[in-house]
């Protein structure tokens, strides 16, 4: 990943809180950080499959601002968050595999979630909320995280360790959701 310009662990850009846009006054520098995480997404999609969809923070590519994209599995657009925080999330959680394109060599099962209402800003400036469920969930988790320097492995509960990518069984394949939960 790091030929493909991904930030590797260990780089303290990955540790520290992502610095928010003045929102609409940096929308263009905003846009310009969304348009390097696109190119970025583009250049690991081309080298990988992600049957999970994947995401991206802008510290992953070595900019210390608060901006990730989020590409769903089958979705036809992706998801842009511009200073993004978690403000409620399901008390249900669960746990799936997840990788990292700042440590691609292993996968961690983490605790997430099942249900998210994340805070962001719109490129003029104006505050929404939006819900994410299961997957959609987990990724947006996943890069928020990101811009408030906590990576994945930072949730394995105590005594799990992240796995060899080759041990690892779901490569390619979607995560699994019970839909008939309450």
Request: hydrophobic fraction near 35%; charge should be negative; charged fraction near 25%.
């Amino acid at each position: 990943m790091t030929s493909l310009g991904i930030v590797q662990d260990g780089d303290p850009v990955l540790r520290k809180q992502a610095r928010p846009f003045a929102l609409p006054e940096e929308a263009e520098d905003a846009r310009r950080v969304v348009n390097e995480l696109l190119s970025a997404t583009e250049r690991v999609a081309k080298a990988h499959n992600f049957g999970k969809g994947m995401g991206i923070a802008a510290p992953q590519i070595g900019i210390d601002r608060a901006a990730a994209i989020i590409r769903p599995q089958g979705a036809a657009e992706v998801i842009t968050l511009l200073n993004p925080h978690v403000v409620e999330s399901s008390p249900t959680t669960d746990d799936q595999y997840e990788g990292c394109l700042s440590f691609f060599d292993v996968r961690c099962l983490v605790p997430r979630p099942l249900e998210l209402h994340v805070e962001h800003t719109d490129i003029d400036g104006e505050r929404r909320i939006t819900i994410f469920n299961d997957g959609v969930a987990r990724l947006v988790a996943h890069e928020v995280d990101h811009l408030h320097g906590v990576l994945c492995k930072d949730h394995l509960p105590e005594g799990r360790t992240p796995i060899p990518v080759e041990q690892y069984k779901g490569t390619g394949s979607g995560w699994q959701y019970n839909q008939a939960r309450p």
